[in-house]
């Protein structure tokens, strides 16, 4: 009995070949929705910062504002600012008054926070209500009421410092005739603008630090100092880090209070950039000069902002 072969399996055609995707049509619709947004950036930032940068290469002045001509002067204002003495004394003044600002408003700040959190819940609202309503007055009138308790003959400070008998008869005493006065004055009047801020960013942040790590670190036996040194800040430093950059751009912009205290004087003894740049494009009608100024200042503050992104990219934060 023989065994035949079973018969082979008649070949399967070939695959049929899949047919093409047709290319997707890109969808534009995100940026026609983006377009206004983006439109309203250009118009309002960009392009009346480009502008700035091209008024501070030329010779833009007085006369122009009659006869609309200039010329291009290149890099002739800025050789001037770098080559002023006004220019330098200025930036010290804004660098070493920022500095203070920061400083006494991020101690401030840190400490009302702190207290929020120590105290009950009718006290804790009605600190948060009036910070709140403290921060929201414009800084315009506020300086305006600030420079009415400081007026010689009726200012209520001078009358309360008059009554403690401390430092004499201080009814008729100008605070903005005395640098150091001037300073005190307008100091204390941007720390209070600036401490509500500080102090409800910092609270939220503070009110979410775990709570058990705070009763650890109190059951081994630490002080509340350093439960809040060890514990509290390493938590808010991420906080931390972004008011003060925040504080450190608002501060280092400070004019409606300087110049409504005290303009800048006695002389230029309070005079900061902001003053410097008001004064130089706006009083002496050097507006090149002046926008050469504020693309200086600017370029400042970029540095300042890039710290901080660097910073924060390197402790691992979100941006």
């Known amino acids: 009995m023989s065994l035949e072969a079973p018969p082979k399996a008649p070949p399967s055609p070939p695959d049929a070949p899949a047919p093409r995707a047709r290319g997707r049509r890109p969808d534009f619709t995100p940026l026609w929705l983006l377009t206004p947004a983006g439109l309203v950036i250009v118009l309002v930032t960009i392009a009346p910062i480009a502008y700035l940068v091209y008024t501070s290469f030329t010779d833009y002045n007085q006369r122009t504002l009659f006869t609309g001509q200039f010329t291009y002067a290149g890099l002739e204002n800025y050789t001037n600012l770098l080559s002023s003495s006004d220019f330098w004394k200025s930036l010290l003044r804004t660098v070493l008054f920022t500095a203070a600002l920061v ?125 809040y040194r060890v514990i509290t800040l390493q938590f808010l430093r991420p906080t931390l880090l972004l008011v003060t950059i925040l504080s450190v751009i608002w501060d280092y912009n400070v004019f409606n209070q300087i110049w409504l205290f005290s303009a800048g004087g006695p002389g230029d003894s309070t005079s900061t950039l902001g003053v410097f740049t008001y004064k130089t494009a706006f009083v002496g009608f050097q507006v090149g000069e002046g926008a050469a100024i504020s693309v200086i200042t600017t370029a400042i503050l970029l540095g300042l902002t890039a710290l901080y992104i660097r910073s924060l990219l390197k402790s691992g934060e979100d941006l």
């Not at 309503?133 to 010689?152: D, E, I, K």
């Open 103 to 227: 400083i006494g408003s991020m101690l401030i700040g840190m400490g009302v926070s702190h207290l929020l959190t120590r105290v009950n819940l009718f006290w804790r609202y009605t600190t948060t209500v009036v910070l709140i309503t403290a921060w929201a007055m414009p800084n315009v009138a506020s300086t305006l009421v600030w420079n009415w308790l400081f007026q010689p003959g009726y200012g209520v400070v001078n009358w309360i410092l008059a009554q403690l008998r401390v430092f004499g008869d201080t009814t008729n005493l100008n605070w903005a005739d005395d640098p150091t006065l001037a300073y005190v004055a307008i100091w204390m009047l941007v720390v209070w603008q600036a401490v509500p801020f500080i102090a409800l960013t910092l609270n939220a942040a503070e009110q979410q630090v775990p709570a058990e790590y705070q009763e650890a670190a109190r059951l081994d036996g630490a002080s509340e100092l350093t439960v």
